[in-house]
């Protein structure tokens, strides 16, 4: 059963629209990743889904309620991380979560919470006293205090260091299996492939891409990454068919290539005789990056969608 669908959601901003047309399922204790270049209409999305802005047309349900006209019952099931943090700097950490639990029919426990989200040092600490990626936990916190059945984090891991950032895919990854479903935006394409069942790609405000993360790189699968190390401009001499297909930096040779087998019997062919031992010779396909930009690319040039469907639940294609 999906908790969350979108039929047909538009928002209009007078005559830009923001968002077009876009809809999806998503089903209990999935985890979506929301991708999409800046300006692409996800955190618009996001807010019409938390009740925060009302759409222009479409049909929508969260947890079987309208998020508009939402009655209580269902914003005690939500968990919000926003993108701006809105603590209170005066209040410790543990004031500031006792204060939010109040808010909840069935909180968790604090000492819970806490732990969840590696804070148990911090509790007496003031908030505005904290790192920034500390608050970042401290929002993580209060989204989670009412044990939501739903949370939404919008750009959850911006301005985190990497350590930072995997404490709190950690604490994400704890919800997810504790059955939370999980809505969060992010720019950032490790987190999507790390957290997430289920990638949306959002460009110009349409849904271009709805699929699980392997399913999306395999949009583009006819291009396979080659990559070698090359000693000074050994690869001068490669065969044409390879020259062709070869970008270098910083001494990484980069094969971008369609038939894998012919180009690897090529590559060892010259290797052989050129004497080069293809130092750290690896092969893979195009990486989840790779395939976002050329989505995003694709869609930006309005030219043909790849001819894998990526189709998942309601009727979106790409
Ligand atoms: N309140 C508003 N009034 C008018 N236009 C708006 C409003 N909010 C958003 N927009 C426009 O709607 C479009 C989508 O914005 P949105 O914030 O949803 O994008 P986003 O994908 O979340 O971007 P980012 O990655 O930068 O957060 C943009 O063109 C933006 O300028």
Same mark, same amino acid.
């Given at each position: 059963?999906?908790?969350?669908?979108?039929?047909?959601?538009?928002?209009?901003?007078?005559?830009?629209?923001?968002?077009?047309?876009?809809?999806?399922?998503?089903?209990?204790?999935?985890?979506?990743?929301?991708?999409?270049?800046?300006?692409?209409?996800?955190?618009?999305?996001?807010?019409?889904?938390?009740?925060?802005?009302?759409?222009?047309?479409?049909?929508?349900?969260?947890?079987?309620?309208?998020?508009?006209?939402?009655?209580?019952?269902?914003?005690?099931?939500?968990?919000?991380?926003?993108?701006?943090?809105?603590?209170?700097?005066?209040?410790?950490?543990?004031?500031?979560?006792?204060?939010?639990?109040?808010?909840?029919?069935?909180?968790?426990?604090?000492?819970?919470?806490?732990?969840?989200?590696?804070?148990?040092?911090?509790?007496?600490?003031?908030?505005?006293?904290?790192?920034?990626?500390?608050?970042?936990?401290?929002?993580?916190?209060?989204?989670?205090?009412?044990?939501?059945?739903?949370?939404?984090?919008?750009?959850?891991?911006?301005?985190?260091?990497?350590?930072?950032?995997?404490?709190?895919?950690?604490?994400?990854? %704890?919800?997810? #299996?504790? @059955?939370?479903?999980?809505?969060?935006?992010?720019?950032? *394409?490790? !987190?999507?492939? &790390?957290?997430? =069942?289920?990638?949306?790609?959002?460009?110009?405000?349409?849904?271009?891409?709805?699929?699980?993360?392997?399913?999306?790189?395999?949009?583009?699968?006819?291009?396979?990454?080659? %990559?070698?190390? #090359?000693? @000074?401009?050994?690869?001068?001499?490669?065969?044409?068919? *390879?020259? !062709?297909?070869? &970008?270098?930096? =910083?001494?990484?040779?980069?094969?971008?290539?369609?038939?894998?087998?012919?180009?690897?019997?090529?590559?060892?062919?010259?290797?052989?005789?050129?004497?080069?031992?293809?130092?750290?010779?690896?092969?893979?396909?195009?990486?989840?990056?790779?395939?976002?930009?050329? *989505?995003?690319?694709?869609? &930006?040039?309005?030219?043909?969608?790849?001819?894998?469907?990526?189709?998942?639940?309601?009727?979106?294609?790409?």
């Amino acid at each position: 059963m999906a908790l969350i669908s979108a039929r047909g959601l538009t928002k209009s901003y007078g005559k830009h629209n923001a968002v077009t047309d876009v809809s999806f399922d998503i089903g209990e204790g999935e985890t979506v990743a929301m991708l999409g270049p800046n300006g692409a209409g996800k955190t618009t999305t996001v807010e019409i889904l938390e009740g925060f802005r009302e759409r222009t047309r479409g049909e929508i349900r969260v947890i079987d309620e309208d998020p508009w006209h939402a009655p209580q019952r269902l914003r005690a099931q939500l968990g919000f991380v926003l993108q701006a943090t809105s603590l209170e700097a005066e209040l410790s950490v543990l004031e500031t979560l006792q204060y939010y639990r109040a808010l909840f029919p069935n909180p968790r426990p604090v000492d819970e919470v806490l732990a969840m989200v590696g804070l148990e040092s911090e509790e007496k600490v003031r908030v505005g006293q904290l790192s920034g990626g500390q608050q970042r936990r401290v929002d993580l916190a209060v989204g989670i205090i009412g044990n939501p059945r739903v949370l939404f984090l919008d750009e959850p891991t911006t301005g985190l260091d990497p350590i930072a950032r995997r404490q709190l895919w950690g604490a994400v990854r %704890t919800l997810k #299996a504790g @059955g939370t479903t999980v809505l969060l935006t992010t720019h950032y *394409l490790e !987190e999507a492939q &790390e957290l997430a =069942d289920t990638i949306m790609v959002l460009s110009d405000g349409k849904l271009v891409a709805h699929d699980s993360p392997a399913n999306i790189v395999q949009l583009f699968e006819s291009e396979t990454h080659i %990559t070698f190390r #090359a000693k @000074g401009d050994s690869t001068a001499a490669l065969p044409t068919s *390879l020259a !062709e297909s070869a &970008e270098t930096k =910083d001494g990484l040779v980069t094969l971008k290539v369609g038939d894998v087998i012919p180009a690897l019997k090529g590559l060892l062919a010259w290797a052989d005789r050129h004497h080069s031992d293809l130092a750290g010779l690896t092969v893979n396909p195009a990486s989840l990056e790779e395939t976002y930009l050329n *989505l995003i690319r694709q869609a &930006e040039e309005g030219t043909a969608p790849p001819t894998k469907t990526t189709h998942r639940g309601a009727d979106t294609h790409v």
